[in-house]
């Protein structure tokens, strides 16, 4: 059995935002926005890289979109008697509203991992990104060009947009503690920088704002056939909160573990039911969930949430000293 607990201050928004803050319903299989700390932390493989896809709102005129690419690997192994590096990187995009607003993210990230004793794990990791937001204010309709009967765009709107275009750099640093179970702490844009498309004043109010994390999942052995894995992942900022939590189990198909079945349900508190189904062929896992709204906001939507998928394949190396731990989670 393997259980894992993490506590995290995650990130920062505009006080003022008015778009969503990116975020993937499957928070299990996206690592490595989770914590720079998780860089190399994989307890059932040397490797693995993933891909994540989420569309939401379908019915809307312009749905949300956001897209992911990570990938980490353990490296140095053979250095430290009984630690190692972790090496990786994410890249990120989300796409919202009439106007295109599209967010751009790029990070490399590394962490040390330090085994204490043969249950415990020390890891210190940190990343460095580009992020990158831009926005088409030409698809944009404003009160003053309604003339009765359509939007008139030929009437200038008076607003004004200094940049259309921002970007700064992004730093992040993160600590865990693993014992399975395990404690684990990020800070997230260490840098406060400031995001506006619009005052250049530097005392205008247009830092981002913190965003506290609080993720824990295990991952039980109940049989030769069947592993359960619950987990809950919970968010503030700036008044707003989201709370996330269900359980997946995966049943052995072929008694070798190389064919799974996956099946099960999340819950997004005062938000969505989210039923999830996947499949495992040897070391590719695909899993596909969709956010079935409960709220309020389902009126608005024709209750149509959000569908997401993921993808991720892990390994080991073809060569690797013998005796070297090679997995710390229950596996078939």
């Not at 994540?52 to 690419?69: D, L």
């Not at 295990?218 to 809950?232: E, M, N, Q, Y």
Request: glycine share 10%; hydrophobic share 40%; proline share 4%.
């Amino acid at each position: 059995m393997v259980l894992s607990a993490i506590f995290a201050l995650i990130g920062f928004l505009p006080q003022d935002a008015s778009s969503q803050n990116l975020h993937f319903s499957q928070f299990f299989h996206s690592p490595l926005t989770a914590n720079p700390a998780n860089t190399g932390f994989i307890p059932e493989a040397d490797y693995r890289i993933g891909a994540n896809y989420r569309s939401q709102w379908a019915s809307i005129p312009v749905p949300y979109r956001t897209m992911g690419v990570w990938g980490d690997a353990q490296v140095l192994r053979e250095r430290f008697e009984t630690g190692w590096l972790g090496l990786g990187g994410v890249i990120l995009r989300d796409v919202a509203g009439t106007g295109n607003l599209t967010s751009t993210k790029a990070y490399a990230s590394a962490a040390y991992h330090q085994m204490l004793g043969i249950t415990g794990l020390l890891s210190a990791g940190f990343s460095v990104g580009y992020v990158n937001k831009r926005v088409d204010v030409t698809r944009f309709t404003y009160d003053n060009q309604w003339n009765g009967k359509f939007f008139d765009r030929t009437i200038l709107s008076g607003e004004s947009f200094l940049n259309t275009s921002i970007g700064y750099i992004d730093l992040q640093a993160g600590l865990n503690y693993a014992w399975f179970p395990t404690d684990e702490l990020s800070l997230m844009q260490v840098n406060r920088p400031r995001e506006t498309f619009f005052s250049s004043n530097p005392n205008a109010n247009t830092y981002l704002d913190s965003r506290y994390t609080v993720f824990a999942d295990a991952s039980v052995k109940l049989s030769d056939r069947w592993i359960l894995s619950p987990g809950g992942y919970y968010q503030q900022q700036s008044g707003a909160s989201e709370l996330t939590a269900g359980l997946h189990l995966d049943h052995n198909l072929s008694g070798n573990g190389e064919h799974q079945f996956s099946l099960g349900l999340y819950y997004r508190n005062g938000d969505a039911f989210i039923p999830v189904v996947g499949y495992t062929w040897r070391n590719v896992r695909f899993m596909f969930s969709y956010d079935a709204t409960v709220s309020s906001l389902g009126d608005y939507i024709n209750r149509q949430g959000a569908t997401e998928m993921a993808l991720m394949q892990s390994g080991f190396y073809r060569t690797f000293t013998p005796g070297m731990r090679q997995s710390m989670c229950p596996k078939f």
